[in-house]
T-cell receptor, first 116, second 109 residues
Framework: EAGVAQSPRYKIIEKRQSVAFWCNPI?????LYWYQQILGQGPKLLIQ????????DSQLPKDRFSAERLKGVDSTLKIQPAKLEDSAVYLC??????????????FGPGTRLTVL | TQLLEQSPQFLSIQEGENLTVYCNSS?????LQWYRQEPGEGPVLLVT?????EVKKLKRLTFQFGDARKDSSLHITAAQPGDTGLYLC?????????FGTGTRLQVFP
């Protein structure tokens, strides 16, 4: 079974530029998550989709970050314009999506973003 | 905002030693997961504990969920270099995970 795919693996941009990340979850997984992980810390949830609807985006900086999951499969996360503090690893995860509890989440390898 | 504090933050030990990592919160979670993350990779689920007081063993790893479901511990017996990584606990907050601050473990041969 193929895992969660993410691209690109690495991205270096200058501040105020824009960047986009792509994620393809495990086939059949209804729930998709985007996390931001600062070096050495635990992942912080940015946005959670259930199929193509947003379940939680309370920690997404909406003035510069946006995400979409068209057709309930692939997803893209965009930052525009980027700031120095956006330097982090952006992780995508997917899960089957349980009604009453969180099941196992399967993570992609992440995209390491460096903003200069 | 619920917080999960892990201790220690860093741990550097020799092969063969035992260690314990703690995950503490003031909030109650319906379940708690432990993940290990290696450099350049995403976290990988190790175990899920659901019942207060539950103990689960995975080879040399022993996981315990506190009776009040606010804390958890991970004990590794006879650590090996392959155990090196970032260990993360994550609490189930109804429909999302709250990740802990992480414990970075380095096991030297």
């Amino acid at each position: 079974e193929a895992g969660v795919a993410q691209s690109p693996r690495y991205k270096i941009i200058e501040k105020r530029q824009s960047v986009a990340f792509w994620c393809n979850p495990i086939s059949g997984h209804a729930t998709l998550y985007w996390y931001q992980q600062i070096l050495g810390q635990g992942p912080k949830l940015l946005i959670q989709f259930q199929n193509n609807g947003v379940v939680d985006d309370s920690q997404l900086p909406k003035d510069r970050f946006s995400a979409e999951r068209l057709k309930g499969v692939d997803s893209t996360l965009k930052i525009q314009p980027a700031k120095l503090e956006d330097s982090a690893v952006y992780l995508c995860a997917s899960s089957l999506g349980h009604v009453l509890a969180v099941g196992a989440q399967y993570f992609g390898p992440g995209t390491r973003l460096t903003v200069l | 905002t619920q917080l999960l504090e892990q201790s220690p933050q860093f741990l550097s030990i020799q092969e063969g030693e035992n260690l314990t990592v703690y995950c503490n919160s003031s909030s109650v979670f319906s379940s708690l997961q432990w993940y290990r993350q290696e450099p350049g990779e995403g976290p990988v689920l190790l175990v899920t504990v659901v019942t207060g007081g539950e103990v689960k063993k995975l080879k040399r790893l022993t996981f315990q969920f506190g009776d009040a479901r606010k804390d958890s511990s991970l004990h590794i017996t006879a650590a090996q270099p392959g155990d090196t990584g970032l260990y993360l606990c994550a609490g189930d907050d109804t429909d999302k995970l709250i990740f802990g601050t992480g414990t970075r473990l380095q096991v030297f041969p």
